[in-house]
């Protein structure tokens, strides 16, 4: 078998959202899975929408991804240039050849004429085609039309007869109508190749094998294959995989969510969480495992296990993906990541400072950025409590005598540790013959100002005796300040 060679060929006109990702992901994985080559190519064509700035994003969310590339704009490779804007002059040679050839031929028709051509076939309620009008102009009127400098496009002459039949390794074998095909554009009035034509032209000459995308690209495939046919070359094998759809089975769009891989990145969320996460997208393990490494997802693709069916965006299960892997990850490499976030760690404080309080609160978070809200006590005095911690635990008749019990364990209790902590503390709630509870709960309001957080010995630990003792101080001081009925 010749060698397996497929590509990414992201357009530089937006961020790199989860449905590329996805595509990526999926090429990699194949390429992975069989010793071939990954290819990265940048399709730059559209001008007035290509930017730079976005082609950095792409390769920028590529690597935070973790998908490298054997070949790519900026590394190399044999088949270059690998952006499209860099290959014109081969997009000529070709579109020459299909010119020479009589496959395909200038179009000097207006805009105006289109449309009013249009009209006319939605008048009568059929599909609109070109009326070839420019098919038949002579060589001496092509040349006048061109040494006049009057705007043309160049059109591939396409069968108007008989089917072309398009073998999909997802969707099996789907027949087209050739009579439905228009004569469709290869160079655009600006000189510059239509996506049409250049895909094939690069796929062909990169020597690209498979060509794994999204289904919405199934429509452009007959005019592809009619494509290799005219210029001679063998077309790659297809795969069509399934769209990603929202909940409600509506079109992706930012209102469902983070939809780009930067802003995963941006809120928090583990490269490795969310390549779990898109594999499962119209796709199943053999195993049938929700959790796989990269190295497992490698070994056990396979395309034939690609669903035809829509995959549905879920953002709890990313959520759930993301939870597991940061308990799994390392808490130095969490830091560093939290480190490269926005608002999570306070200025001026040193990482022997924040890597036990990550440590005690990792297994909690879904995401990095649940990091400030939910170690905000540890780096903040408290100077509020919840509303319902006040009405079960300060407002109760015996809220003062238990909490300044509290209070007289911290003080007495060395070395200040959980053990002793939770010794002592317990010990006291059996001396008043009441539930350990009825001195946690408040003692947990008192120095977190919440009604739920890690471990509450361990959180003593952390804050230490002179906090401990000033915020259940603070507390009392509260309680102290209201009778009971106001709290009602």
């Known amino acids: 078998m010749d060698e397996i060679r497929v590509r990414f060929a992201p357009s530089p006109t937006g961020a790199l959202h989860i449905g590329g990702a996805r ?25 007035a929408r290509s930017t730079t700035h976005s ?78 009008r420019c098919c038949a102009l002579s060589k001496e009127e092509i040349e006048t039309n061109l040494f006049q400098h009057k705007p043309y496009v160049i059109r591939l002459k396409a069968p108007d007869s008989g089917e072309t039949r398009v073998h999909d390794l ?22 510059l ?52 759809l929202s909940p409600d089975r509506s079109k992706l769009s930012k209102r469902h969510g983070a939809t780009s891989v930067q802003e995963f990145a941006q809120n928090g969320y583990l490269p490795q969480a969310l390549l779990n996460y898109l594999v499962l997208l119209g796709w199943s393990p053999g195993n049938g495992a929700d959790i796989l490494t990269l190295q497992e997802m490698i070994d056990q693709f396979d395309l034939s296990n690609l669903s035809k069916s829509a995959a549905v965006y879920d953002i709890e299960k990313i959520n759930w993906l993301n939870a597991h892997y940061i308990a799994e990850e390392s808490p130095e490499t969490l830091l560093k990541l939290l480190r490269h976030l926005p608002r999570q760690i306070p200025e001026n404080c ?15 978070l879904k995401k990095l950025t649940d990091f400030a809200n ?16 006040i009405q079960k635990y300060f407002a109760q008749p015996d809220a003062l005598e238990n909490l300044a019990a509290v209070l007289e364990v911290v003080r007495a209790t060395l070395p200040f540790d959980e053990e002793h902590l939770e010794k002592n503390l317990r010990e006291e709630a059996n001396r008043r013959s009441i539930k350990a509870a009825a001195l946690i709960h408040p003692t ?28 259940i101080q603070s507390a009392l001081n509260f309680i102290r300040r209201f009778d009971a009925k106001e709290f009602k």
Not at 83 to 110: H, I, M, W
């Open 193 to 244: 190749p239509t996506y049409q034509f250049a895909v094939v032209v690069d796929d062909a000459l990169m020597k690209i094998s498979h060509v794994i995308r999204a289904e919405e690209h199934l429509a452009n495939t007959p005019k592809q294959l009619l494509l290799y046919e005219a210029l001679g070359f063998t077309p790659p094998i297809f795969a069509h995989v399934s769209m990603i």
């Open 374 to 389: 939910q170690s905000f006590y540890f780096f903040h005095e408290v100077t509020d409590y919840e509303g319902k911690g």
């Open 170 to 191: 997802v969707r099996g074998d789907i027949s087209f109508q050739n009579e439905l095909l228009d004569d469709f554009i290869l160079m655009k009035s600006d000189g």
């Open 55 to 132: 082609e950095s994003g792409i390769i920028e969310g590529l690597r935070w991804l973790n998908l490298d590339w054997d070949e790519g704009p900026d590394i190399g490779g044999p088949y270059g240039p690998y952006r499209q804007s860099e290959r014109l002059p081969l997009y000529k040679k070709y579109l020459d050849y299909l010119v020479n050839t009589g496959k395909a031929y200038y179009c000097f028709c207006s805009t105006e004429e289109i449309e009013a051509q249009r009209k006319q076939a939605d008048q009568k309620k059929i599909p609109y085609r070109y009326n070839r």
């Open 350 to 364: 040193f990482d022997a400072q924040v890597l036990p309080i990550l440590k005690l609160l990792q297994s909690r």
């Open 444 to 471: 947990r309001l008192a120095l977190t100002g919440r009604t739920n957080s890690p471990g509450i010995f361990e959180v003593m630990c952390l804050l230490g005796s002179d906090i401990c003792q000033r915020r």
């Open 23 to 47: 595509t990526a992901l999926l090429n990699w994985l194949f390429a992975r899975s069989q010793g071939g080559k990954f290819i990265l190519r940048i399709e730059d064509t559209d001008q």
